[in-house]
């Protein structure tokens, strides 16, 4: 597996990363140990860093293939929420860190921001990132969207480490 340092973070993921939102309740619903059993052989084939959010619904698949894995304190865990107050993301983040029976996050994102004026209006819960961040509670603050416009704000914001652009390369072609 190859692995490259995301920006100008500490963080070391493989180049392939896997996605939980598939094996959850939103689309397979595989029972958690089932679930569990594919994230843990993806982390077995070197897979470190795995992608979830608050929506997702699958912190107790990834908490069970955790506890599986030897080498738990290399997984990156990469998570989101929707939250636009500071006490809301605060929750988030607690919620994730107890669901998964982890003491700090990889990444932190602000989910799916749409616009310039949606990621202006979760400032709040920005400011609670970066406090998460200063406290160790979170390695690097990221921000995931559709938006070309959003990617461009983030590029001026020194707070987020992370940008999360999601595209379909079949509508590129």
Known sequence: MEYIKL???????????????????LQANLPIEEGAKIILKAFELGVNIID???????????????????????????????????????DSI????????VKSLGIFMLHEQESRLTLKGHKDALRCLVDAKKSGVIKAIGVSTHAVEVVEAI????????????FNKKVLE
Do not use: Q, W
């Open 155 to 166: 590029s001026e914001m020194e707070e987020v480490d992370i940008v999360h652009p999601i």
């Open 52 to 90: 979830t959010a608050k929506l997702y619904k699958t912190y107790s698949y990834i908490k069970r293939a955790l506890e599986m894995f030897d080498d738990r304190d290399k997984i990156i865990i990469s998570s989101k929420s929707y939250d636009y107050t500071y006490d809301g993301m605060k």
């Open 7 to 25: 920006g100008n973070t500490d963080i070391n993921a493989s180049k392939l990363c896997f996605g939980s939102l598939t094996i959850g309740p």
């Open 94 to 101: 607690n919620e994730a860190l107890k669901e998964m029976g």
